[in-house]
């Protein structure tokens, strides 16, 4: 069964950093691409980024670029957002994603959110 | 970037009937990759449909999605109590992966 447990989240000041942890069972992390996911509270859903299988490519949202890093250790079977530089607008519940096993692109399995609010 | 506008923003029916969501694209989506998920209160999203018109894993087959280009459809034949809650669509065939703004489906 794919599971994937994100954690990391908290309370942050604005300015500051975060990095959060997605850890991946039953599968094999290295062969599938990866997303991060974000919801501010009640609203909708919002791309963040994504990297391929190896970790040779990464793909982000403007929003984000130039903020938050992507990196993956597949070794330790464990996906990872470094956030910096955190603004009140980054609060959002923040979900990992595994991509398909054909299209890579297309978050199929979700975690169940790890909370990160950014406030003074 | 790919906007992605859903309609209508809230739909109240009764279970039994059968429901019709729409998604629009600004510009044509790439080889359909078109995707539906659905969500419920406190839970992460859930797959539905993918490629516009597969379902995923275990979905129930009164869920269909069709369409392509630029307008795509959900349908959900008969509603039964539990599909009552809030769809989204998203294009992964360019990035930025942009989602719609959301469907809420409520209870009549």
């Known amino acids: 069964e794919v599971q994937l447990v994100e954690s990391g989240g908290g309370l942050v000041r604005p300015g500051g950093s975060l990095r959060l942890s997605c850890a991946a069972s039953?599968?094999?992390?290295?062969?599938?691409?990866m997303h991060w996911v974000r919801q501010a509270p009640g609203k909708g859903l919002d791309w963040v980024s994504r990297?391929?299988?190896?970790?040779?490519?990464?793909s982000s949202a403007d929003s984000v670029k130039g903020r938050f890093t992507l990196s993956r250790d597949n070794a330790k079977n464990t996906l990872y957002l470094q956030m910096n530089s955190l603004r009140a607008e980054d609060t959002a519940v923040y979900y990992c994603?595994?991509?398909?096993?054909?299209?890579?692109?297309?978050?199929?399995?979700w975690g169940q959110g790890t909370l990160v609010t950014v406030s003074s | 970037e790919i906007v992605l506008t859903q309609s209508p923003g809230t739909l109240s029916l009764s279970p039994g009937e059968r429901a019709t969501l729409s998604c629009r694209a600004s510009?044509?989506?790439?080889?359909?990759?078109l995707a539906w998920y659905q969500q419920k209160p406190g839970q992460a999203p859930r797959l539905l449909i993918y490629?516009?018109?597969s379902r995923a894993t275990g979905m129930p087959d009164r869920f269909s999605g069709s369409g392509s280009g630029t307008d795509f459809t959900l349908t959900i034949s008969r509603l039964e109590p539990e599909d009552f809650a809030v769809y989204y669509c998203?294009?992964?065939?360019?990035?930025?992966?942009?989602f719609g703004q959301g469907t809420k489906l409520e209870i009549k």
């Open positions: 994603a595994r991509g398909g096993a054909i299209t890579g692109a297309l978050p199929y399995y």
């Open positions: 990297i391929n299988s190896d970790g040779t490519t990464t």
């Open positions: 490629g516009a018109s």
């Open positions: 998203q294009q992964y065939g360019s990035s930025p992966y942009t």
């Open positions: 039953g599968f094999t992390l290295s062969s599938f691409w």
């Open positions: 510009q044509s989506v790439t080889s359909s990759y």
